[in-house]
């Protein structure tokens, strides 16, 4: 792991100016003027996904499965609803009571001391033949009796877990096929790890952990892509930087490494590292449910991005 303290490239959020005039169908708005209504700004919006937000909130949009609006990792509103046209998404109105009424005004960071409850299986096999996109994996690392990093009462193997089972679930709920290297507490060897990525022919591989220092500040996350294969992951590697600069962590930049769960894959594979569970506010924020969820959507959308680019 590094040493070293964390860089000061706070999220700025970017100004929501030149409200697009479009027309959708009726009942319908589009996305920008939504987070124009809201005060949010919009981040990313394409055909298939958009996102907005500011310091406190995430809003997600899923075009398919017939349409999903997330606040803050939980879904809001009824299924169905948004519409594409052209290249454009049209949002429900009558969302729009509803997601402010889930916006939060303020942080909440809670320090929960025990375990979380398990986060939903996977979804039903119905679901599976219309998952378009994909595989993708994703690493939960450590697990079993390799805890990981152990801080303040925290296991890195605990909370990685969590993070992989909310960028599942979100995933799969936009239709891109994600797998797990493990959904429970089991420990997996690293070559394990990296062959499930090559046997399912993964398109994405996405390896989870707590970073963790002797220098105590060490504060921020940082992303790890294959030395030998830096070209290949590169925008991937920049489309999560730029989606996990929204969760308000800084970023310690793009590295370079040699860590075996990405030189053993095929695909573009991304180590990240989502803060340090050595640095006493980092803990507190990674055993957090509210920075969990916004780390597995930055990582979904991230994913998302890459695949449906
Ligand atoms: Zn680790």
Redo the contacts with the bound molecule.
């Keep these: 792991m590094t040493v070293g303290l964390g860089g000061c490239n706070l999220f700025a959020p970017k100004s929501s100016n030149a409200p697009e005039v479009a027309v959708g169908p009726a009942g319908t708005i589009a996305v920008s003027e939504m987070g124009g209504r809201l005060g949010l700004t919009v981040q990313q919006n394409s055909a298939h996904s958009a996102t907005m937000g500011n310091r406190f909130n995430s809003v997600v949009f899923f075009a398919d499965p017939g349409g999903l609006a997330y606040v803050n990792g939980r879904e809001v509103g009824e299924k169905g609803g948004l519409v594409v046209v052209g290249e454009m998404m049209y949002v429900p109105e009558s969302l729009e009571q509803e997601i402010r009424r889930a916006l939060q005004t303020r942080a909440r960071v809670v320090s929960p001391p025990k375990r979380s409850p398990p986060a939903k299986r996977s979804p039903p096999l119905a679901w599976t033949s219309q998952l378009k996109y994909g595989p993708v994996v994703i690493d939960a690392?450590?697990g079993g009796r390799d805890p990981?990093?152990s801080y303040y009462g925290y296991r890195?193997k605990d909370i990685v877990l969590d993070v992989a089972l909310m960028v599942s679930e979100i995933l799969r709920a936009s239709g891109i096929d994600a797998r797990m290297t493990r959904g429970t507490d089991t420990f997996i060897e690293l070559n394990d790890r990296a062959a499930l990525a090559r046997e399912v022919g993964a398109k994405l591989f996405v390896s989870l952990?707590?970073d963790a220092a002797p220098n105590r500040r060490a504060r921020g996350f940082t992303i790890y892509a294959p030395r030998d294969r830096m070209r290949q992951a590169s925008s991937f590697a920049a489309a999560m930087e730029r989606s996990m600069l929204t969760t308000n962590m800084a970023s310690r930049g793009i590295r370079a490494a040699g860590f075996r769960v990405l030189v053993r894959t095929k695909c573009p594979a991304l180590l990240l590292e989502m803060g340090f569970l050595s640095n006493r506010y980092d803990a507190r924020l990674l055993a957090s449910k509210s920075y969990q969820r916004a780390v597995a959507r930055a990582a979904a959308d991230a994913v998302t991005a890459y695949l449906t680019k």
């Design positions: 690392g450590h990981g990093a890195e952990h707590c």
